[in-house]
């Protein structure tokens, strides 16, 4: 007998395809009235399949006393209140590797669209700048520059490699040191902004790193510093960040996530040495289609085998 799913978020044709094979379907985005579905179908509801921005409210959590398995559509998972779905015995799965190479990718894309001026010079060509004034101003390179990285886990660790093509050297902050790690470590984020060219965020988002990346670290940075983001929009200090590019303290900034998305402080949109780009790290056909399947296959085996493919860090004991 097929299991009742509740969708919270899309799903691509490919995943709903998967997951209908095997359960029954609740998305919540069709449901008219959520106290009147949790009421009606809430005890029915075995398993969750939603992303790292939607989570699962407490409401949804509270409303589904059967509740075995949520199966997370992305790597981070802070909008999942995890140790209380761990304490009514239910495991949470995330999709981590699968994506390592497409958010190290953007983050060196915005390293270099930020460095280079990508922005500015497709702009000098199409508005005829380039017949009118001439050649573009010059820009700043990448090679050989230190990059101090925030987070050198399974994402950090695929940025770090792909920056030695670049000459890049390479320096790193997390709590803890890696002792196998080639690169140098620093126990103080402010000391490793205050040696490095670019400050390069991919750590977790959630209560632990919230506003890691705050006023002092920017300071440290500097006004020929380039900060890029692809973790969390929480780790940054968004307003102090505006502030201080607004003020010259920090030169550049290249961010893929923010504190409240949708929305942006507008003040970015007039910078020349911004550049944003709507939380797409992951977002290609070929890793998006990964995820989706890792997603599907962490609830399908869980029911049939008791067991699933890639446990949260919390849940790999349960
Ligand atoms: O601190 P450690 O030793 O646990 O190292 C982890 C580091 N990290 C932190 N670093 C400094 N201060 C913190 N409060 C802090 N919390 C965690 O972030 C580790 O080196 C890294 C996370 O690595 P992974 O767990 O392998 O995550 P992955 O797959 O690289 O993804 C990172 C994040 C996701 O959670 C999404 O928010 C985003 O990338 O897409």
């Not at 939607?54 to 409303?63: E, L, R, T």
Request: net charge negative; charged share 25%.
């Amino acid at each position: 007998m097929k299991k009742d799913m509740l969708l919270i978020g899309s799903a691509t044709p490919r995943m709903m395809e998967a997951f209908a094979a095997d359960f029954e379907i609740h998305e919540l985005d069709k449901i008219d009235g959520l106290v009147n579905f949790l009421t009606a179908n809430g005890s029915k509801i075995e398993a969750i399949a939603t992303n790292g921005h939607a989570g699962v409210s407490k409401q949804i959590m509270d409303g589904t006393p059967n509740l075995r398995v949520i199966s997370c559509y992305g790597v981070g998972y802070d909008a999942i209140d995890v140790l209380a779905a761990k304490a009514k015995g239910v495991i949470v799965t995330h999709t981590p590797n699968v994506l390592n190479n497409d958010v190290a990718n953007t983050a060196i894309m915005l390293m270099l669209a930020v460095s280079r001026r990508l922005l500015r010079d497709d702009q000098w060509v199409r508005s005829g700048n380039w017949k009118a004034k001439g050649n573009a101003p010059l820009t700043t390179s990448i090679e050989g520059k230190r990059v101090g990285i925030v987070g050198l886990g399974r994402i950090g660790e695929t940025i770090a490699r792909k920056l030695e093509a670049f000459s890049c050297d390479i320096v790193y902050h997390t709590r803890n040191q890696k002792p196998e790690s080639p690169y140098r470590y620093y126990a103080d984020l402010v000391e490793m902004a205050k040696d490095v060219d670019y400050l390069v965020v991919i750590t977790p988002g959630g209560a632990s790193t919230n506003k890691l990346v705050n006023r002092d670290v920017m300071n440290a940075l500097g006004p020929q510093g380039t900060l890029i983001n692809v973790a969390r929009g929480t780790v940054v200090d968004e307003a102090e960040m505006v502030k201080a590019l607004r003020e010259g303290r920090l030169g550049n900034a290249g961010l893929d996530v923010f504190e409240a998305e949708p929305q942006v402080p507008e003040a970015l949109f007039e910078m020349e040495n911004v550049v944003l780009t709507p939380h797409v790290a992951s977002a290609t056909v070929e890793t998006r289609q990964a995820m989706g399947d890792l997603t599907v296959e962490n609830l399908v085996r869980f029911f049939k085998e008791g067991k699933v493919t890639s446990p949260v860090p919390e849940c790999a004991d349960m």
